[in-house]
């Protein structure tokens, strides 16, 4: 059964803080990654990743991934506290419903 | 429109009654997809819709639940004689079905309570 996998589930980190968010997955098919950050309702899109060992990288976040491990990671550095949010990690398989992780809640105190 | 839209932004309703929930895809975006987000779940696929391709209604709970897309265009989620389990955020995604992945805009969801 397609699964994605996010770790941890939840984090809190000062402001400043660097973090890591992992994402899992065992898709048949794998066509590509993406990652989203919900704040209040809208999930809005930061990457899609679908070669491994391209660092994707917007500002202070950046993520990468290994197909061959099966994993991506999302990295925030020098986090604010407008970086708090939820975290979801999605991927695409052979047809288009993108099977959705739980995300991480992450909040950055200041 | 610039974005996708999507209304009513809350509905509160009681047991038993017919809810209609509706979303206005970006223009020119043939793929548009129904979620449901309950508290602390991840997103629930419900149904999806790619230009004149017959829908793809496997996430959907029940028969309570039904959708429809007029013209390609505009979608409604209708849900049959409410139960306290469908009280949740219904999302309401579209997308390019030529952007040969699955990058979706989402709207900001219309949240259902079911009393």
């Known amino acids: 059964e397609d699964k994605v996998v996010q770790s941890p589930l939840s984090l809190v980190v000062h402001e400043g803080d660097t973090v890591t968010l992992n994402c899992s997955y065992e898709v048949t098919n794998f066509r590509s990654l993406l990652w989203y950050k919900q704040e209040k309702k809208a999930p809005t899109f930061l990457f899609m990743l679908t070669s491994s060992g391209i660092e994707k990288k917007s500002g202070r976040l950046s993520s990468i991934l290994d197909k061959k491990e099966l994993f991506s990671i999302l990295n925030i550095t020098a986090t604010q506290t407008g970086d708090s949010a939820v975290y979801l990690c999605?991927?695409?398989?052979?047809?288009?419903?993108?099977?959705w992780g739980l995300g991480t809640s992450l909040g950055v105190n200041p | 429109g610039a974005g996708v839209s999507q209304s009513p932004s809350n509905k509160v309703t009681e047991k038993g009654k017919d809810v209609e929930l509706r979303c206005d895809p970006i223009s020119g975006h043939t793929a548009l997809y129904w979620y449901r987000q309950s508290l602390g779940q991840g997103l629930e696929f419900l149904i999806y819709?790619?230009?004149?391709?017959?829908?793809?209604k496997s996430g959907l709970p029940s028969d309570r639940f039904s959708a429809e897309r007029t013209g390609g265009s505009v979608s409604t989620l209708t849900i049959q004689r409410t139960q306290q389990e469908d009280s949740a955020v219904y999302l309401c995604a579209s997308s390019l079905a030529t952007s040969g992945a699955n990058v979706l805009t989402f709207g900001a969801g219309s949240r259902l309570t079911v009393l």
């Open positions: 999605a991927v695409a398989g052979n047809n288009r419903k993108l099977i």
């Open positions: 819709f790619q230009g004149n391709s017959a829908p793809d």
